[in-house]
């Protein structure tokens, strides 16, 4: 058995296999062979049984992740049905008279260049695609078992680093846990793995000799165990079922009002960051949801996403809210969420760049396409739009002037829409000292706690060795929040909590004390806080 500490991401038990994800080099011989037909019925036979693979890794991703992420496998297909990639790999077996496996790999790295080298983003993009497509056939050419996460059952997954956009494409159903080497707590990925409620680990010293091995995460501790000893095994297992049992008996809180012991009403919502989720926000009895991500519609996509596939996305949350409150954060891109095809370029610090409301006031077809869709929206539930990143009460009259626009447009096209409140995210020092003016022009605060630390403490969210100096209970933090709860109140807006502070079970009291109106966690959350939450007498006193 081999014990292994790494931080704690998500609490919670996992058993079962490993599966190292990972984009594995091969290395390939080149040799010498004379019967180039031979050479060349075994690449035909491994290109039949790429496209097989790839059409059944299709179907399955349909049915588990839906239509949309599938649709990378088709594109894969059409690269290995190209007659001009089949022609290149053929054409080197038979004029350098070498084996299957160099062709393919030589073809690819050539074909791999080639996309590499282009200006359009989308293009680009496909040099992973054909490295893949080359691993698959090498792969297959000798003969070595397929590994392909997404076909897998539910594993313990493994990577050096998992992506957003990598985590979510991979589906929350894929994974038992995760365990990354790299990667902060505060990343997007980790915000991800809370979401999804699977227990993770980062910092560990992975080994590549696991890969498949049976083991435990245990995420309250920290700690993983590789081939556990029966004994230890058997401990986790009885640990599992308490949990579960502790769970159930939370279940009986569903239904229940959120209020303190002396009646103090807290909008119990969660945070979501896909129409998938949902399910989830509804299981677990959350009176709405006060933080939609809408960035990972974009980070999913390999281009823009259109206003129509944007609004089909909005309604069904709308709709599956039935009336409870909706709250979508526009487009909060940039920092560490980045997608290819937005082209953003190199910046020294992106965390404090490009990003957020600065991207869409610059862009603003990107930004009107998603207002129209969440207005259209709005005529199917309680949709509240949200815009993150604020530091001025300019940004605020820019974006009214877009709404306004937008709104009228729709009008003049005849599309209705239902009443919509607006309001922003205070997760910038900044915001915090003009929260009085700030308040006067929305209808709601919600703090964002996890980049109002990382401004407040000058400490990047996403530097694991800042893990210790990044504090969201710094005194700095807890007084900005203080303060934006007396503005906002003062000129009467509602102030909430949405960043990874809301969830803090060590501090529902001190929040409610403040007098923050609403708290966002995600969903597996509700339940334990709507606990504590009944059980608070509510004062008021300052940090
Ligand atoms: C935050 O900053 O606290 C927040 C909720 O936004 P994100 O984590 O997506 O940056
Ligand atoms: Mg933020």
Same mark, same amino acid.
């Given at each position: 058995?081999?014990?292994v500490?790494?931080?704690?991401?998500?609490?919670?038990?996992?058993?079962?296999?490993?599966?190292?994800?990972?984009?594995?080099?091969?290395?390939?011989?080149?040799?010498?062979?004379?019967?180039?037909?031979?050479?060349?019925?075994?690449?035909?036979?491994?290109?039949?049984?790429?496209?097989?693979?790839?059409?059944?890794?299709?179907?399955k991703?349909?049915?588990?992740?839906?239509?949309?992420?599938?649709? =990378?496998?088709?594109?894969?297909?059409?690269?290995?049905?190209?007659?001009?990639?089949?022609?290149?790999?053929?054409?080197?077996?038979?004029?350098?008279?070498?084996?299957?496996?160099?062709?393919?790999?030589?073809?690819?790295?050539?074909?791999?260049?080639?996309?590499?080298?282009?200006?359009?983003?989308?293009?680009?993009?496909?040099?992973?695609? =054909?490295?893949?497509?080359?691993?698959?056939?090498?792969?297959?050419?000798?003969?070595?078992?397929?590994?392909?996460?997404?076909?897998?059952g539910p594993?313990?997954?493994?990577?050096?680093?998992?992506?957003?956009?990598?985590?979510?494409?991979?589906?929350?159903?894929?994974?038992?846990?995760?365990?990354?080497?790299?990667?902060?707590?505060?990343?997007?990925t980790?915000?991800?793995?809370?979401?999804?409620?699977?227990?993770?680990?980062?910092?560990?010293?992975?080994?590549?000799?696991?890969?498949?091995?049976?083991?435990?995460?245990?995420?309250?501790?920290?700690?993983?165990?590789?081939?556990?000893?029966?004994?230890?095994?058997?401990?986790?297992?009885?640990?599992?079922?308490?949990?579960?049992?502790?769970?159930?008996?939370?279940?009986?809180?569903?239904?229940?009002?959120?209020?303190?012991?002396?009646g103090?009403?807290?909008?119990?919502y969660?945070?979501?960051?896909?129409?998938?989720?949902?399910?989830?926000?509804?299981?677990?009895?959350?009176?709405?949801?006060?933080?939609?991500?809408?960035?990972?519609? &974009?980070?999913?996509?390999?281009?823009?996403?259109?206003?129509?596939?944007?609004?089909?996305?909005?309604?069904?949350?709308?709709?599956?809210?039935?009336? /409870?409150?909706?709250i979508?954060?526009?487009?909060?891109?940039?920092?560490?969420?980045?997608?290819?095809?937005?082209?953003?370029?190199?910046?020294?610090?992106?965390?404090?760049?490009?990003?957020?409301?600065?991207?869409?006031l610059?862009?603003?077809?990107?930004?009107?396409?998603q207002?129209?869709?969440?207005?259209?929206?709005?005529?199917?539930?309680?949709?509240?739009?949200? &815009?993150?990143?604020?530091?001025?009460?300019?940004?605020?009259?820019?974006? /009214?002037e877009?709404?306004?626009?937008?709104?009228?447009?729709?009008?003049?096209?005849?599309?209705?829409?239902?009443?919509?409140?607006?309001?922003?995210?205070?997760?910038?020092?900044?915001?915090?000292?003009?929260?009085?003016?700030?308040?006067?022009?929305v209808?709601?605060?919600?703090?964002?706690?996890?980049?109002?630390?990382? &401004?407040?403490?000058?400490?990047?969210?996403?530097?694991?060795?800042?893990?210790?100096?990044y504090?969201?209970?710094?005194?700095?933090?807890?007084?900005?929040?203080?303060?934006?709860?007396?503005?906002?109140?003062?000129?009467?807006?509602?102030?909430?909590?949405?960043?990874?502070?809301?969830?803090?079970t060590?501090?529902?009291?001190?929040?409610?004390?403040?007098?923050?109106?609403?708290?966002?966690?995600?969903?597996?959350?509700?339940?334990?806080?709507?606990?504590?939450?009944?059980?608070?007498?509510?004062?008021?006193?300052?940090?």
């Amino acid at each position: 058995m081999e014990k292994v500490t790494g931080r704690s991401i998500v609490k919670g038990i996992a058993i079962g296999k490993i599966l190292l994800y990972r984009k594995e080099e091969q290395s390939v011989k080149r040799t010498k062979v004379k019967e180039s037909d031979r050479e060349e019925k075994r690449y035909e036979a491994a290109r039949k049984e790429a496209v097989s693979q790839l059409n059944e890794l299709y179907e399955k991703a349909v049915r588990e992740v839906g239509e949309k992420e599938a649709e =990378v496998f088709k594109v894969y297909i059409m690269i290995l049905e190209d007659s001009n990639y089949t022609d290149s790999v053929t054409h080197m077996i038979r004029s350098q008279q070498v084996n299957a496996e160099y062709a393919v790999a030589e073809a690819g790295d050539k074909l791999s260049k080639v996309f590499a080298g282009m200006e359009d983003e989308y293009f680009k993009a496909r040099t992973a695609d =054909v490295k893949d497509i080359t691993e698959r056939l090498v792969r297959i050419l000798s003969g070595k078992q397929e590994k392909e996460g997404i076909q897998d059952g539910p594993m313990i997954v493994m990577a050096d680093d998992l992506a957003p956009s990598e985590t979510v494409q991979l589906g929350k159903d894929k994974f038992l846990a995760f365990v990354t080497r790299y990667g902060s707590v505060h990343s997007h990925t980790a915000i991800l793995a809370r979401a999804m409620d699977i227990p993770a680990l980062t910092g560990v010293d992975i080994c590549r000799e696991w890969d498949g091995k049976m083991a435990i995460v245990d995420g309250c501790l920290g700690v993983l165990y590789v081939e556990p000893e029966p004994e230890i095994l058997e401990v986790f297992k009885k640990r599992q079922k308490e949990d579960k049992e502790a769970r159930e008996l939370l279940m009986k809180l569903k239904g229940k009002e959120d209020m303190t012991l002396d009646g103090k009403k807290i909008r119990l919502y969660a945070n979501i960051g896909s129409e998938r989720d949902v399910t989830d926000v509804l299981e677990n009895d959350a009176a709405g949801i006060g933080l939609f991500r809408s960035e990972f519609l &974009y980070l999913e996509s390999e281009d823009y996403p259109d206003e129509e596939s944007q609004f089909k996305v909005y309604r069904s949350v709308a709709e599956n809210m039935a009336g /409870k409150q909706v709250i979508v954060r526009t487009l909060d891109i940039g920092a560490d969420k980045q997608a290819d095809y937005f082209g953003m370029g190199y910046e020294e610090n992106p965390a404090m760049g490009y990003r957020g409301i600065r991207v869409c006031l610059d862009r603003q077809e990107i930004f009107r396409t998603q207002l129209r869709a969440l207005f259209r929206a709005s005529a199917y539930g309680n949709i509240s739009i949200m &815009y993150p990143m604020i530091i001025s009460v300019d940004e605020i009259r820019q974006i /009214k002037e877009i709404t306004e626009s937008v709104k009228e447009e729709l009008k003049a096209q005849g599309i209705a829409c239902g009443k919509v409140e607006q309001g922003i995210m205070i997760e910038t020092p900044a915001a915090v000292m003009i929260s009085d003016m700030l308040a006067e022009e929305v209808d709601f605060f919600s703090i964002g706690t996890n980049d109002l630390t990382q &401004y407040t403490l000058a400490a990047d969210r996403q530097n694991m060795k800042l893990d210790p100096i990044y504090d969201a209970h710094h005194p700095a933090v807890l007084r900005m929040i203080q303060m934006t709860v007396e503005n906002g109140h003062k000129h009467g807006c509602r102030v909430g909590i949405c960043g990874e502070l809301s969830e803090d079970t060590a501090l529902t009291r001190t929040f409610i004390e403040m007098g923050i109106d609403e708290l966002s966690v995600p969903p597996s959350l509700v339940l334990p806080i709507r606990k504590i939450i009944r059980n608070i007498k509510a004062g008021r006193e300052t940090v």
